[in-house]
Structure formats: structure tokens, C-alpha cells
């Protein structure tokens, strides 16, 4: 990512900006960037609230400086220090230009007058936040792809905060894209990014699923449909030899599960004899379990998930799968009261917690699934279980499975631990943007 702080990169005015003392400051001046490192004063002045340009400007305060100095893309409305009552005047969604503790220009942002966070990094210097600064966004995200998953038509091309496009999530199936715009900002400029998506990818058509939750603490009702083009009722993509169709309008997400499709392929690998995969979706992990098992059952509660599940084994010529429309958890505690047993098991249950509080039922919740999934395995057995959770991190859903393991009376090895797909990059200093975790373990 662009580092800030760096002298000489300023899209205003290049030079010797780092050698004015507080331009935001005064009126009519643009403020510049901040000369480097040392630890910010007080401003001496209040902040004008817009730059010469017109573009409103607020300044950090101390926390805020230092957050976003070191690389972390939020700001919280408490941490803006002058011009909190600029921003309240604007209608949310424009660019912001944003001054350091000191005065110093720290870069621009999109302003969300609803959410908690205030403001969301766009850029560490001046430039102007138009087309052609979000096509080059774009094709930025699109080489990570190219080089990470080469020769591949169907995965995630931006992955919001971690592409440095906030709130923007795209999602390629071959010829079709489809996109969630998250963030009132990103909402805003929705048709500019879909114009550019289409001159960049030439879909045959661009579908809006802009209708997660998430956008109601921007202040954004849910919406859908096509923007662009036309869309098949199903749209097939490939995970490695399997064969899938998904409904990228009426489907959950964006029609799939992107993030898991490596581990698909992984849980391939270590599937043998008889296989259970619960919370099956359309089969993504069932199918690829089924070109190598004996045999699969598939969970799954959700009606028309199923149907696309059985579907998708048919046209892949998999006889070996069958198809259960339950609740998982009654599934699994029947089959340990049968005594049945199983040689290769997945689990990837929906997200259990929206928020910390719900992290000791969350951890209950893994805990019975997986206690439960450990018991019906038989020595040898493999265990392909996620978690998508972001509140229950790695440290915490690894102690949950040592405890599952020693209540199942089970000695287990952990065989690889995983995340999302390559085409999901975690932004480092956001670890937000790392939220799945996917475990294979194998019972001694
Ligand atoms: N494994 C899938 C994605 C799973 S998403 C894939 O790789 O494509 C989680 C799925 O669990 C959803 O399809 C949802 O309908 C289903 N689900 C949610 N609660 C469930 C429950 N209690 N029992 C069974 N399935 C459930």
C-alpha cells in the first residue's frame, strides 16, 4: 500500500512541501504533506473548513494521527479533532481532505455521516479522487489476481478496505461480475465504478447485491439488480474439476462462497470413504468431497440451496452424493446417538457472532459442532472445519477445537491451518479483513 508520511509524492504541490510550516492552517493555502516522522504539537490555529479547492478538510487529533500514520484505514468520529462541525454539515459520502495533528496534509478520505467510522482512507496525498484514480484501483487489485491465481476467471476482484477501495466488494464468475457497494461513499460513485468495471472486464453483465445488512449503518436501504448488460437465471464458474451454477441475484452473497474455494480444493485431497459436509450452500465443499469419497451426505437448511446442490452433482455425474435439508446441529447429534461414523467430515457453518458479546455463544456453538464432528469420525478420519467469524480469531477457535478434542476423548493432529483464498489479500494493519479461518485436522 501507498505509504504516508513520505516526502515528495504530495499530487498538489511537489517541491518542497515538507519544509511549510502549517498550511492548512491558513486560508487560501493548501495544506501540504507532513516533512516525516517526529511527534505532532497542537495545532496553533483552527482548521478553514474547506480547502481553496472547495473540498472539505478536517484535522486528526492525536490518536487518529497516529492510527492512520501507521497504516490503519479507519477513523472514528471521536478522533477528529477541528472541523468536527464541518463535516457535520455535509451529507456523507464526499471526498475529505485530512489533516494531521500537526497540520500536515495526511491524505484524503470518504466521509460516512452514519457510521461510527467517520472517515476511511482514499489516499495519502492531493491528487483528485475521479476516474482515473479508481481505475488504476482496480487494476491494481486485478494484477494480485492475475499473478496469484493465473488463468483463473472466477474470483473476488476487490476485496474492499484490503484493495484500498472501501466498501467495495467485486466478485468476477467468468463473464459475469457482481458487485456490493457497502459504504455511502462507494454507493455514491456507484455508476462510475461500474462504468469502469465494464471497460476493464467487458462483462456480459454487472449485477448490483448491494443488499447486506452492513448498509444500514451507513444509512443505505438494501437494493439489487442488474446494472449492466443481462444476466442468465444461473451463471456457471469452475472450482477446479467441479462444475457450478450460482444465482447471482437471489443466491446468498454474491451467488457463492469465493472465499472458500481453495479449501474446497484442499478438503478434496483428504477425503476418503464415507464423507459429511454440513452447511452446504450449493456443494461447494460437498462436490469436490464427492470426486474422491465413496460417498457424500450433504447438509444443508436452506430449501433452494439444496436444490442448486442437487443440481450441480447431476451435472457433474456425482451419484454419490445425498442430499439432507436439516438443521446441522440436530444432524450431527442424531448420528452420534446412531453410533455412525464417518472417515472425512467438513464443517462450514454461517458466521455465529455479529459482535464481541455474542463470542462465548458463538464458541458454544463451534464447540458442539465440532466436538460432535470429532466423535462420528474414525481413526484416520479427517476434519476440514472453518470458522468465518471475524470476532472468534485463530487463537481463540484453536483452543475451542483442543477443547472439543478433549471432551471427544480424541488425540488430533492440526494438518494445515488456512484462510481465505488468495483473491480474499488480508490488509495488514486492518485485521478485519482477516475473518475466516480454516482448519484440516486428523484424528489419531
Ligand atoms: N459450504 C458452503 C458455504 C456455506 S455458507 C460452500 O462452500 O459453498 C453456510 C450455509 O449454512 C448456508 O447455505 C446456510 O443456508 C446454511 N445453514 C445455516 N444454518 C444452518 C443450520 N443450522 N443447519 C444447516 N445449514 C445451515
Redesign the pocket.
Known amino acids: 500500500m501507498h505509504r504516508q508520511g513520505r516526502p515528495g509524492r504530495g499530487g498538489g504541490e511537489r517541491g518542497d512541501q515538507g519544509l511549510s510550516p502549517r498550511p492548512g492552517a491558513k486560508a487560501g493555502a493548501k495544506p501540504q504533506r507532513r516533512p516525516g516522522p517526529g511527534r505532532p504539537q497542537r495545532p496553533l490555529a483552527r482548521v478553514e473548513p474547506r480547502g481553496p479547492d472547495g473540498l472539505p478538510q478536517v484535522q486528526l487529533g492525536w490518536r487518529g494521527s497516529e492510527r492512520w500514520a501507521r497504516g490503519h484505514p479507519w477513523i472514528y468520529r471521536g478522533d477528529v479533532e477541528e472541523g468536527r462541525g464541518a463535516l457535520e454539515e455535509l451529507q456523507g459520502g464526499e471526498v475529505v481532505r485530512v489533516l494531521d495533528g500537526r497540520g500536515w496534509l495526511s491524505g484524503q478520505a470518504l466521509y460516512s455521516r452514519t457510521s461510527k467510522i467517520a472517515l476511511r482512507w482514499l489516499s495519502g496525498d492531493d491528487a483528485p479522487v475521479d476516474a482515473a484514480f479508481f481505475r488504476a484501483r482496480l487494476q491494481r487489485a486485478d494484477e494480485l489476481r492475475r499473478r496469484a491465481l493465473p488463468g483463473e476467471d472466477t474470483y473476488r476482484v476487490v476485496h474492499a478496505e484490503a484493495d484500498l477501495l472501501p466498501g467495495l466488494v467485486v466478485d468476477r464468475y467468468g463473464d459475469y461480475l457482481c458487485a456490493q457497494f457497502l459504504v455511502k461513499g462507494t454507493d455514491d460513485r456507484k455508476e462510475l465504478l461500474a462504468d469502469l468495471l465494464c471497460e476493464h472486464f467487458r462483462p456480459r453483465g454487472l449485477v448490483n447485491r448491494s443488499d447486506a445488512g452492513v448498509r444500514a449503518l451507513e444509512g443505505l436501504a438494501p437494493e439489487k439488480g442488474v446494472m449492466r448488460g443481462e444476466l442468465p437465471p444461473l451463471v456457471r464458474y469452475a472450482t477446479g474439476l467441479v462444475r457450478m451454477k450460482a444465482d447471482l441475484l437471489g443466491g ?2 454474491t451467488g ?2 469465493l472465499d ?2 481453495e ?2 480444493l484442499v478438503a478434496a485431497q483428504y477425503a476418503s470413504g464415507e464423507a459429511l ?10 462436490l469436490q468431497l464427492a470426486t474422491r469419497a465413496e460417498k457424500v451426505t450433504a ?4 430449501e433452494p ?1 439444496a436444490l442448486q446442490l442437487k443440481e450441480n452433482a447431476q451435472e457433474n455425474r456425482l451419484g454419490n452424493v445425498e442430499v439432507v435439508v ?6 450431527l447429534r442424531d448420528a452420534v446417538d446412531e453410533g455412525r461414523r464417518f472417515d472425512t467430515i ?1 464443517l ?3 458466521s455465529f457472532a455479529k459482535s464481541k458479546d455474542a463470542v462465548p455463544a458463538a464458541l458454544r456453538g463451534y464447540k458442539e459442532l465440532n466436538l460432535r464432528a470429532l466423535q462420528l469420525l474414525r481413526p484416520g478420519g479427517h476434519l476440514i472445519t ?1 470458522s ?1 467469524t471475524y470476532h472468534v480469531g485463530e487463537t481463540m477457535f484453536e483452543d475451542m477445537l483442543e477443547s472439543a478434542a478433549s471432551d471427544a476423548k480424541r488425540r488430533v493432529q492440526i494438518v494445515e491451518r488456512r484462510g481465505a483464498g488468495k483473491d480474499h489479500p488480508v490488509l495488514l494493519h486492518l485485521r478485519e479483513t482477516r475473518y475466516l479461518k480454516c482448519f484440516v485436522l486428523r484424528v489419531l
Open positions: 446468498q452473497k457463492a462462497f472458500q474455494r479449501n474446497q459436509d454440513c452447511f452446504s450452500y450449493t456443494g461447494g465443499f460437498a447438509v444443508e437448511i436452506s440451496a436439516a438443521n446441522a446441529f440436530d444432524y467438513s462450514d457453518p454461517p472453518a468465518c
